[in-house]
């Protein structure tokens, strides 16, 4: 049979590899192409959807439809939600806000981490405003620290960490008190006030400084709530 001829055999195998490897390439070529869809926006907020397919579906909205108040909104709902949004999910959604406009994403930020569930998602954004020196971030990091996640000793939170770093050469109660002296007319409300002198509680601050500054008239304005 041509089988036991060397060169026939040989044009033969070579034929069949080349074919698979066609077949190869063009699988491979085919699956590395983002899927696009109709609806991203639906896509992107579907919490049964795999991270891998919302993310590509936020990258498809961000390209068609980057000033859709609706993709803004969803957005920062993905950020800053409860469940079913994946950390590479959130980060992908402050990513795009911080490209889309990153004063309205850090006053979103600002105002949020406090209450953001995801504790990974609040490592990962205080590490961030530390690399980025967003020292303006300050206050929120210390209400953070004074409402959220209370799992790890104080000094190994991330909220701490940050703003140690933030602030080098500060003890963590002078940044506290500072802050607190800094805002306490009309931004900062009672809650706020009982929740920092907790804070300085735990941290041990020293008597005299929470008896001046509890008796700060400045910081207690009638129209401050």
Not at 1 to 8: C, I, N, S, T
Not at 60 to 75: F, M, T, V, W, Y
Not at 127 to 137: G, R, S
Not at 176 to 189: A, D, E, P, R, S
Request: proline share 6%.
């Amino acid at each position: 049979m041509y089988f036991r001829d060397g060169k026939l055999l040989s044009g033969l195998i070579t034929t069949i590899l080349k074919g698979v490897g066609i077949v190869i390439w063009f699988s491979v070529g085919c699956s590395s192409t983002p899927r696009s869809y109709d609806d991203p926006i639906a896509v992107m907020n579907d919490p049964k959807t795999i991270s891998h397919s919302r993310i590509n579906a936020m990258k498809q909205a961000e390209i068609e439809q980057p000033d859709n108040p609706e993709r803004i909104k969803s957005l920062k709902v993905i950020m800053t939600g409860r469940g079913g949004h994946p950390l590479r999910v959130r980060v992908e959604a402050f990513n795009e806000l911080l490209s889309h406009d990153e004063e309205d994403a850090k006053a979103t930020l600002y105002y949020r981490l406090p209450t953001i569930p995801s504790n990974d998602l609040v490592a990962y954004l205080c590490n961030k405003i530390a690399d980025e020196n967003w020292t303006k971030m300050t206050p929120s990091l210390v209400r953070s620290l004074s409402t959220g996640n209370r799992t790890l000793p104080i000094m190994e939170r991330p909220d701490t960490k940050a703003l140690l770093r933030l602030h080098p050469g500060q003890s963590l109660n002078q940044i506290i008190l500072n802050v607190v002296k800094q805002q306490g007319t009309g931004l900062l409300g009672s809650r706020w006030r009982m929740s920092a002198w907790e804070l300085l509680n735990q941290l041990g601050a020293p008597e005299i400084d929470l008896h001046d500054w509890l008796n700060d008239d400045s910081l207690y304005k009638k129209n401050d709530s």
